[in-house]
């Protein structure tokens, strides 16, 4: 079998290849960053800087869903390859959201996975959906690793007084899922959430990262008035603190059931916060 790996730059594709070839895959890895005049490597993007593609099996991506759908819409691909690709949690948690554009991110995402089911059913592609909550393990996230980053930076790492429920996922994680995905004909036409093997508070999370970076911080707590000022006194902030109190949690009961996929517990280390670890 040959797969496509979109996004194959990304953290989950930086997890995804050696677990391909541990399996016995051949890939194709597209990226917008792909290495040139490797035979084993297509540049692109999506939607519309996509290459002509050679026939594959299945189609891997850890990009955009919104551009995988329209993608695969505007396009008549040889044969039926299984479509694996991952969503977000925030199609449901940002549902709600105080603020209008975390609630049309949920939308695009749950518009997008509609998309993509209808487009695949009409073509008799088979396909299989993963929603991930909170994403670490290359440094190359856009929610926890930035904020290690600067406080690494300055010395100085923030503590916030939250309650919420956390259930970071490493991206490794789900690259062994996608794997197990392929193998697994159970797999097929399911939505399946994605959270790490470990639930914990958000104030909790916070400690353990500060803990993991391998360089000397010094605390700073915030204590929750501060985050209520901020919240009034920011408003593209009133969602993200908002969420600090709710939790933000997947249930991975048909992950290990249909997929035998167990994530690991929180136990970030230093190469977690480092783009490319």
Not at 5 to 32: D, K, N
Not at 102 to 107: H, K, N
Not at 144 to 163: K, M, W, Y
Request: hydrophobic share 45%.
């Amino acid at each position: 079998m040959t797969v496509l790996v979109i996004g194959a730059t990304s953290q989950v594709g930086h997890f995804l290849m050696p677990r391909l070839e541990a399996a016995g895959f051949a890939w194709i890895g597209l990226s917008r960053n792909a290495p040139p005049e490797d035979p084993g490597w297509l540049r692109g993007y999506l939607p519309e800087g996509m290459p002509a593609l050679p026939p594959v099996s299945a189609i891997l991506s850890s990009g955009p869903l919104d551009g995988l759908a329209n993608w695969l819409t505007a396009t008549r691909l040889d044969g039926t390859p299984h479509i694996i690709a991952t969503s977000s949690m925030s199609a449901e948690s940002k549902r709600d959201s105080d603020v209008p554009l975390e609630r049309e991110l949920s939308l695009r995402l749950r518009d997008a996975e509609t998309k993509l089911i209808a487009t695949c059913a009409s073509r008799g592609m088979p396909w299989t959906l993963f929603r991930p909550t909170l994403v670490y393990g290359a440094g190359m996230d856009k929610s926890i690793s930035p904020i290690v980053q600067a406080a690494i930076r300055r010395r100085v790492f923030p503590l916030p007084a939250a309650r919420g429920q956390r259930q970071p996922v490493h991206a490794d994680d789900i690259a062994a899922a996608f794997v197990a995905a392929l193998v697994t004909a159970r797999a097929r036409g399911k939505t399946f959430p994605i959270g790490g093997g470990e639930r914990l508070s958000v104030a909790e999370m916070f400690r353990r990262v500060r803990r993991s970076t391998g360089v000397a911080t010094l605390p700073a707590p915030v204590p929750r008035v501060v985050l209520e000022l901020a919240a009034l006194l920011r408003p593209e902030l009133r969602g993200p603190l908002k969420r600090f109190d709710s939790d933000l949690i997947a249930d991975n009961a048909e992950l290990e059931s249909v997929l035998g996929i167990h994530p690991r517990a929180f136990r970030p280390e230093p190469a977690s916060w480092r783009g490319g670890a």
